[in-house]
């Protein structure tokens, strides 16, 4: 048995709908899950100090039979502080220069109980503990100076370091991330790549503290072969329901490709007259994308490019197994579970043949340049024209996706925790 502190600072996102709810998020979902349930792990509960109210909500409600480092106060001024200002916020989100003030005065008090509580934990659960486990944040110092335990962090991605395609909050995260790093630390990168790209900028992350474990896609996510659940489901979604669908679901980050994708499949449906197929495009802010899209002269077909807004974790599976084929040609993965996703319902899939996701998808799927248009048109005109061809890479695809799983991932983790720990 090995005493694990589990960072659940992310789980807090638990009850959103919204962007908050990435695929980070679900990666450390799925471990926690995995983990309370592995009989080798006693595991306690840590939060980031300056979300103290959501943790004692989530405590109360995910929890509750859990022990949690944190000491919770029960009267504090600054919680109180900080929670009027979330409550004015909300009111008030959708005016813009209104909520500026009250959204400085959530930041600001959350700054001062990070500060006021940052060493407040129950001492005795952290010191009869031999791990602080890290699914996704920096550990923080005031955990550090704790002599007895030994620090394991998951390496999703090292992609601000590595490009210009984010904002400079994630760059300064991921430098002080590295920073933070000793030797007493031991990662598990999600996949090849990622374990090269952060040796480039990490002498802690070498062959001695590092082993490759890759990811998985929710069990929850499995092929739905109920054709009246599927047109259910596009009708939830507005797709019509005389037309098939290409899925994409992904963020509207520059690196996943998405305008150059679509632009190609509006190109695709033109060249060769299709009348019958639209693309159906998962997640939310798709103002933005619509706007870039006219900014950059993209002359595409609103007739044939459906926005779904955020979709369900009820539906996802719904919308994979009836797609006629997913589409993710990123210029640069982490690792990719939404591919991943895909082939565990049987939908064929079209993704680069760049970064990690050759680890990923393998031999089952399309693979193509992500930055050939001429590519992705003959990728889509392949699926669309041979149907063979599709249900060949979507039995594949079904195939691949059996060698992995969430708990295949926790128990290589904890047999690696306990391991080092002993030794």
Same mark, same amino acid.
């Given at each position: 048995?090995?005493? *694990?502190?589990?960072? &659940? ?23 926690? #899950?995995?983990?309370i349930k592995n ?7 840590? =939060? /980031? ?5 959501? /943790?004692?909500? =989530?405590m109360n409600i995910? $929890? ?46 959350? #700054? ?13 659960? @952290? ?5 602080? =486990?890290?699914? $996704? ?9 704790? $002599? ?56 802690? @992350? ?19 072969? #109920? ?5 259910? @489901? ?26 150059? /994708? *679509? ?12 009348? %019958?197929?639209?693309?159906?495009? +998962? +997640? +939310?802010?798709?103002? $933005?994308f619509f706007k ?24 996802? /599976? ?42 990923? *998808?393998? %031999? ?14 003959? &990728? ?16 594949? +695809? ?26």
């Open positions: 048995m090995i005493n *694990v502190i589990y960072d &659940a600072t992310v789980l807090l996102n638990i009850t959103k709908k919204d962007s908050t709810r990435s695929g980070i998020f679900f990666c450390v979902k799925n471990v926690y #899950d995995e983990m009989p080798d792990v006693s595991m306690s509960l840590y =939060f /980031a100090p300056e979300h103290i109210l959501s /943790a004692m909500e =989530f995910y $929890a509750k039979d859990i022990p949690c480092i944190n000491i919770f106060p029960k009267h504090s001024f600054l919680l109180f502080i900080n929670r009027f200002f979330w409550k004015v916020h909300t009111k008030i989100f959708a005016h813009k220069h209104l909520r500026l003030p009250f959204s400085l005065g959530i930041v600001l008090s959350q #700054d001062a109980i990070r500060f006021f509580y940052k060493d407040k934990y129950r001492k005795e659960i @952290v010191q009869n503990s031999q791990v602080f =486990f890290s699914p $996704a944040k920096e550990i923080p110092k005031s955990i550090r100076s704790y $002599a007895n335990l030994r620090f394991f962090t998951i390496l999703h991605d090292a992609i601000p370091l590595l490009s210009d395609y984010m904002g400079r909050i994630e760059v300064r995260n991921h430098k002080r991330l590295i920073r933070s790093f000793g030797n007493r630390d031991y990662f598990f990168p999600n996949s090849k790549q990622t374990e090269k790209d952060f040796e480039k900028f990490c002498p802690y @992350v070498n062959p001695s503290s590092s082993w490759v474990i890759p990811h998985a896609a929710s069990p929850e996510i499995k092929q739905v072969l #109920d054709s009246d659940c599927v047109a259910r @489901v596009k009708k939830k979604y507005g797709i019509p329901s005389e037309k098939k669908y290409v899925f994409s679901l992904c963020t509207l980050e520059p690196r996943k490709n998405l305008f150059r /994708a *679509v632009d190609a499949f509006c190109e695709f449906v033109k060249k060769n007259k299709i009348p %019958d197929l639209v693309w159906v495009l +998962g +997640g +939310g802010h798709w103002e $933005a870039e899209m006219d900014k950059r002269n993209i002359q595409w077909n609103s007739s044939i490019v459906i926005r779904t807004g955020y979709i369900d974790d009820e539906d996802r /599976a719904t919308l994979y197994s009836g797609a006629e084929w997913f589409v993710y040609t990123s210029r640069y993965e982490g690792f990719g579970v939404p591919p991943l996703e895909a082939m565990q319902c049987g939908c064929p899939v079209i993704t680069s043949n760049n970064s990690s996701l050759p680890e990923v *998808v393998g %031999d089952a799927g399309i693979m193509i340049d992500w930055n050939s248009d001429e590519q992705h048109i003959e &990728a889509y005109e392949k699926y669309y024209f041979k149907e063979g061809l599709r249900k060949e890479y979507g039995l594949k +695809g079904l195939q691949r996706s059996k060698h992995f799983s969430w708990k295949k991932t926790v128990d290589k983790m904890v047999d690696i925790m306990k391991s080092t720990t002993e030794s």
